[in-house]
């Protein structure tokens, strides 16, 4: 029995509200300078934590989106980038409708939440915000936000997958679009700096004290980001008859579990190496055919080594340029796994791959070109982006260029 | 802006963020009262004034201070409207 070709999949809209500020401009401007954004942190009170630096979206740029600050710091980044998103795919209302939206999300409307509850317990009276509080911290109070704001009336779904939530969503909507459920959906995800996250990373000795340096032999440590980036996912058919401009093909996506720690990964980067090697049977490509990869590259000890020894099993040792933008906009959380996404077609649509900051002397267990301090110009067919969230939850996603 | 135009994008708001039909919006007039409770009033209760606030902030580009008690502000469309205008007029 032969089956009917599935659907290809394409980006036909892309929106971000990141460290550099609103709009997928910023994003490339800082991502192609190498601009690093971690700094000291104004947001949240860091006083004797191990690490007092993060990427946050500055005040300012938070101001200018055009959402009200009645909603949770969170809500307002998903907002604005889901906006951007689906202007760019030029999705008026009734296109919009049938729209799936997945956000990956994990830390809800915290911010306020904690807001709250200090000022509660510090001064020892009800304190204001309350409702506001509560009315949004579930994770899943941004995708109503957004569902709700844009009359996307498809599947509404959150995923909670730690680092790889926003990747997970992107996965979860090319599935939805090959199988016939929907042929469109707004993928993406969000987290705002949240007291929690910063300490429960801080508690785990993970924060390192100054910017990150990935795959650098003193690398010690990840620093926290922020942030929201969304994608419009098309059926490239439905995209095509509409007079849709598309960025890139969503070319194949995978994700594994490493059944293995609570939150170490597998030693051996057994569920990474799946998890790429599904994503290229998923879009018939061999490894050679994969120019870049954007690297989950978090600045651990562990994760940067066991995803050196994942890549190189994959893809043969110093065969692929690897960078990872995390030195540059943080660990953005439930958003990085899109916001890497992002990075990633527009390194496929500029023909130049970002570079990895803070990077001074390699380590010697990385046997890979990391594109140390400056973007390198590449001309790239397919690149590939990994998320890979606590508990070895593995999503790796290949976009590649359409050929016009 | 007029207190027309400002009339209008109110009911425009109750009728895409508060999900009214619009049939019903068409017949409001700057007389309909709001909360429930008031016999002929919309019946919006906590929530949809949250919702309502939100959706003039984003309309109007204006903040409304939360702890502000503006129930007199949030009575009709007539005191809402005129409420609007004096805030986009503080800029």
Redo the contacts between chains.
């Keep these: 029995m032969t089956r009917a070709a599935l659907p290809r999949v394409v980006v036909s809209g892309l929106g971000v509200v990141s460290p550099y500020g609103a709009g997928v401009k910023s994003l490339w401007t800082g991502l192609s300078a190498g601009a690093c954004a971690i700094r000291p942190v104004t947001v949240i009170e860091t006083e004797g934590l191990r690490s007092r630096v993060a990427a946050e979206v500055p005040a300012e740029a938070l101001d200018g989106l055009g959402v009200s600050r009645r909603r949770s710091r969170a809500d307002r980044l998903a907002l604005a980038a889901a906006a951007e998103a689906l202007a760019d795919a030029g999705l008026e209302g009734r296109d919009r409708r049938p729209a799936a939206c997945l956000v990956g999300a994990v830390g809800g409307g915290m911010h306020e939440a904690e807001a709250w509850y200090w000022d509660e317990v510090r001064s020892g009276r009800p304190a204001p915000g309350r409702q506001r509080a509560l009315r949004s911290v579930l994770p899943r109070a941004h995708a109503d936000a957004v569902a709700f704001r844009f009359g996307l009336e498809g599947p509404r779904e959150t995923l909670v997958m730690a680092c790889a939530s926003g990747a997970a969503s992107i996965a979860l909507g090319a599935d939805l679009i090959r199988d016939g459920v929907v042929d469109v959906a707004l993928a993406g995800g969000v987290d705002a700096l949240t007291r929690i996250c910063f300490m429960g990373f801080n508690a785990l000795k993970l924060l390192a004290p100054e910017p990150c340096r990935p795959f650098d032999r003193d690398r010690r440590g990840m620093s926290i980001g922020e942030g929201a980036a969304f994608l419009v996912l098309e059926d490239a058919g439905r995209c095509r008859a509409r007079g849709g401009r598309a960025h890139a093909e969503l070319a194949g996506a995978a994700m594994t579990t490493d059944a293995h720690h609570v939150t170490a990964p597998h030693p051996e980067g057994e569920g990474m190496i799946r998890a790429m090697s599904l994503a290229l049977g998923c879009a018939r490509m061999a490894s050679g055919e994969i120019g870049y990869v954007n690297a989950h590259g978090t600045g651990t000890p562990q994760n940067d080594r066991i995803e050196a020894l994942a890549l190189a099993r994959v893809f043969g040792e110093g065969r692929i340029l690897v960078s990872s933008t995390k030195s540059l906009v943080g660990h953005t959380m439930a958003a990085a796994g899109s916001v890497e996404a992002l990075a990633t077609i527009l390194a496929l649509e500029h023909g130049l791959v970002p570079p990895t900051a803070n990077l001074t002397e390699i380590d010697p267990a990385v046997p890979f070109d990391c594109v140390p301090g400056t973007a390198r110009p590449a001309d790239l067919g397919a690149a590939l982006s990994n998320s890979f969230g606590f508990g070895g939850q593995n999503v790796s996603l290949i976009f590649s260029r359409l050929s016009h | 802006m007029t207190e027309k135009e400002v009339l209008d994008d109110l009911k425009t708001i109750i009728v895409e963020?508060l999900r009214f039909d619009p049939a019903r919006a068409a017949e409001m007039t700057l007389d309909t009262t709001l909360p429930k409770g008031i016999d002929g009033s919309l019946g919006l209760d906590?929530?949809d004034f949250?919702e309502l606030?939100?959706g003039i902030?984003?309309r109007f580009?204006i903040?409304?201070d939360?702890?502000e008690d503006l129930s007199d502000e949030f009575l009709s469309l007539q005191s809402l409207a005129r409420f609007v205008l004096s805030k986009s007029a503080q800029g």
Excluded: A, N, T
């Design positions: 963020r906590s929530l949250i606030s939100v902030e984003e580009g903040v409304i939360e702890r």
